[in-house]
């Protein structure tokens, strides 16, 4: 605790009498300041406790001791002590009156306790009071560094709320709580969500304060470059002090340094995964676990699908989208303790193995529909796959993607495109060009106003080959409808016999938008 003036009053070498403001004798004082200005405000800072022997002060003015004491008050002075037996043999009742009616603490000097002995006392406890918070904090950093080896990062967290008489929380790089104390404090950190987002948008290191005066927090982003790798939020009921500014310091660099480690393991880790996923896609599962090890659980055995995911259109974030989506997936995977396999191919394809139907697949979902006015990522995901096909998982992966990026849609599932119909498929600048070639002879007759060949061509496929029935739907006999077939044939040198070209020409109207009834 720093001095106070209560502190400075029991001190029994300095012998101060309390004449006034005895409710406010617990205020810290910052300095001892000796002035005999007669108005001495333009030098102060706050904190202080002004000294002075009465030399240039008017004061027997009742009228102009009030205007004194006011001042020093609005200054932030907290304290002022009159040394008696100067220039006064006793305190001036004008300067008496004015400190009890404006509540200012009034002390009485006596003559034999100079002033330098009141400075010396604040300054030694000043200095007491820092050193003691030095070596609070440096117990403090052996204790969360203890914590942080033998235990993780949730020990740092509950050893650094236990320092700042509060609550703490670590945020992953999404934003999400994966370690908070006390329990209790849980829902408060998880409405910071927002807040942690805002200051994720900001290259670390970077802080914030949120909060009114009795739940005041900190936010203190994590990481050693541009990218923030996650958060830090302690709340409490006033602003840190020296120690606990110490403490969390200290985890600040320690849960930074973890998650720097994390990252190092995880390259391992994908390298790990990289091999892993090539021997799943040679058809070689038996190989694929005992690499693997148990490092990802039962996830090759069971059900999963496969995610490939490339840059969109308009990829122009600061951060690669494709770590973005993977930190998002992963993160997803933790708190709902799943095992992901995620293989960055470069900066251009991401390749994820994730558990069917499970939080990484619904993280993915919700991550593409939020992306998708920005284009930043396109991802193809496979139907339900096991051990044995995750080759032809990894095929339905692309197609998707493929399909994805023609539609112009953040994420396609494999699944979508086989109970869907094929003619979407069709929505492709090259399918368009070879329908309009494919029907501009047609076009070229009709518009001679000679018949209606295209219209013709389209009732006759709609039915299926059946002449009454296309000719009834034109509203022509059935003789007429099979000159204008002839002409068909004619005119595109193709026979309407052979069944590949009845589809092409089938899809071309429908690619054109002439295939509707």
């Known amino acids: 605790m720093p001095p106070t003036l209560a502190s400075l009053v029991q001190h029994s070498s300095l012998r101060l009498l309390v004449r006034a403001g005895e409710d406010r004798l617990d205020t810290p004082v910052r300095w001892a300041h000796v ?28 009228e102009a001791m009030r205007r004194y004491v006011r001042r ?39 003559r034999r306790t100079p002033f330098l002995a009141i400075s010396k006392a604040v300054s030694a406890a000043i200095a007491a009071d820092q050193y003691r918070a030095v070596t609070a904090g440096f117990e403090a950093q052996r204790e969360l560094t203890r914590a942080a080896l033998a235990e993780g990062p949730d020990a740092v967290v509950a050893r650094l709320a236990a320092h ?36 994720r948008e900001r290259p670390a290191p970077a802080s914030a304060v949120v909060g009114g005066t009795d739940d005041r927090v ?26 606990e500014r110490y403490a969390v310091h200290s985890a600040i660099a320690l849960l930074t340094l973890t998650t720097e480690r994390s990252r190092s393991l995880q390259a391992a880790e994908q390298r790990l995964g990289g091999a892993v996923l090539r021997l799943m ?38 951060e690669p989208p494709l770590s973005v989506l993977a930190e998002a997936l992963e993160a997803a995977a933790a708190r709902a303790g799943e095992a992901v396999l995620t293989v960055p191919e470069g900066e251009e394809r991401l390749v994820v193995l994730a558990g069917d139907d499970g939080a990484v697949v619904a993280a993915c979902a919700g991550y593409a529909e939020r992306e998708a006015e920005d284009a930043g990522v396109v991802v193809g995901l496979s139907a339900s796959a096991g051990p044995g096909t995750a080759a ?70 709609s039915r299926h080959g059946q002449w009454d029935a296309a000719a009834a739907d034109l509203g022509v006999h059935r003789h007429t409808l099979r000159y204008r077939m002839r002409r068909v044939e004619e005119i595109l040198g193709r026979s309407l016999d052979d069944p590949d070209v009845r589809m092409e020409l089938w899809l071309a109207l429908k690619a054109t938008g002439e295939g509707e009834r």
């Open 35 to 62: 002035s005999e200005l007669a108005d001495p405000v333009p030098y102060m800072e706050g904190g202080e406790l002004l000294l002075t022997t009465g030399l240039t002060l008017d004061a027997e003015d009742p």
């Open 72 to 110: 020093l008050l609005g200054a932030g002075v907290v304290g002022l002590g009159f040394a008696v037996g100067v220039n006064y043999d006793d305190i001036p009742g004008a300067l008496l009156e004015a400190a009890r009616a404006e509540h200012l603490p009034l002390l009485e000097v006596p």
């Open 164 to 199: 700042v008489d509060g609550w703490s929380a670590l945020y992953d790089a999404s934003g999400a709580v994966v370690a908070v104390s006390p329990e209790w404090a849980a829902r408060r950190a998880a409405r910071l969500t927002p807040d942690v987002e805002r200051l």
């Open 218 to 243: 900190e936010l203190q982003s994590l990481g050693t470059g541009r990218r923030v790798r996650g958060a830090l939020a302690v709340g409490t009921a006033a602003p840190l002090g020296t120690a």
């Open 281 to 318: 896609l040679a058809a070689h599962p038996e190989h694929a676990r005992t690499v693997a090890g148990d490092v990802y659980g039962g996830l090759l055995d069971a059900p999963f699908r496969i995610l490939v995911a490339e840059p969109g259109t308009h990829a122009d974030s600061p």
């Open 392 to 461: 032809a998982a990894y095929k339905q992966a692309e197609q998707a993607l493929s399909v994805a990026r023609r539609r112009g849609r953040a994420l396609v599932e494999h699944e979508d495109l086989a109970a869907g119909s094929v003619l979407p498929l069709l929505a492709d600048d090259a399918v368009r060009a070879f329908a309009d070639g494919m029907l501009r002879a047609l076009r070229e007759h009709d518009a001679t106003g000679r018949g209606d060949l295209v219209a013709s061509l389209r009732a006759w496929l």
